[in-house]
């Protein structure tokens, strides 16, 4: 599985997306670091092949759940004539411990300075991640229901990724996770 990974870095590293250029290394010691050997993957809608990782099958079952019942609430929720879908990535999703999540110095690729540098329980990265990809990261830390808020708040950053004509901010990321938690 790791090899695999790490072929797939090496394949994509010298794509840019958004104009930028993926630190293999970075991805790599990532992977190396946050225990992830289990995978779940599933085709939601026709454009969106996800993938989760996480250390035990039961956990990245249970999280592609969730990813699958945002994912359903989000297109609902953000139809409309003004929105249509411009980019196509493939989504992945990692389910990892807080502590690898907020080390700063091994998550080299996410976007400290706009959270103040301070800890962050989950992120969506769609600029540094490798090839046509976007990547979510989670913390174990919540507890289940908080999971799930968490996850339907990062798949509304995804979305905003792949729409037009849909405000990127995390006011509506936070209104769609308002929304999604009112639906059970």
């Known amino acids: ?7 797939i870095l090496f394949l994509f590293s010298s794509s840019t997306v958004h104009a930028n250029e993926v ?15 289990v995978k779940s993957e599933k ?12 250390s035990s099958k039961s956990e990245s079952d249970l999280i592609m759940k969730y990813v699958e019942e945002s994912m359903i609430a989000a297109r609902a929720y953000f139809s409309s004539s003004s929105v249509k879908r411009c980019d ?12 690898t999540l907020n080390d700063q110095n091994l998550m080299t690729f996410l976007a400290w300075d706009q959270w103040a540098r301070l800890d962050i329980n ?10 046509r ?39 509506t990321a936070r209104e769609f996770e308002e929304h999604f938690v009112k639906l059970r």
């Open 23 to 37: 630190d293999t290394d970075a991805w790599i010691k990532f992977y190396d670091v946050a225990n992830v050997s």
């Open 1 to 7: 599985m790791r090899l695999l990974f790490l072929l």
């Open 43 to 54: 085709t939601i809608f026709s454009w969106s092949k996800v993938e989760v990782y996480s």
């Open 122 to 131: 989950g992120a969506y990265e769609g600029v540094y991640s490798p090839g």
């Open 133 to 171: 990809t976007g990547s979510i990261f989670l913390s174990k830390t919540p507890s289940g229901k908080s999971v799930r808020k968490l996850v339907a708040h990062e798949i509304a950053h995804y979305w905003q990724d792949q729409h037009c004509g849909l405000r990127n901010s995390e006011i």
């Open 88 to 99: 196509s990535k493939e989504l992945r999703v990692f389910f990892i411990k807080d502590k």
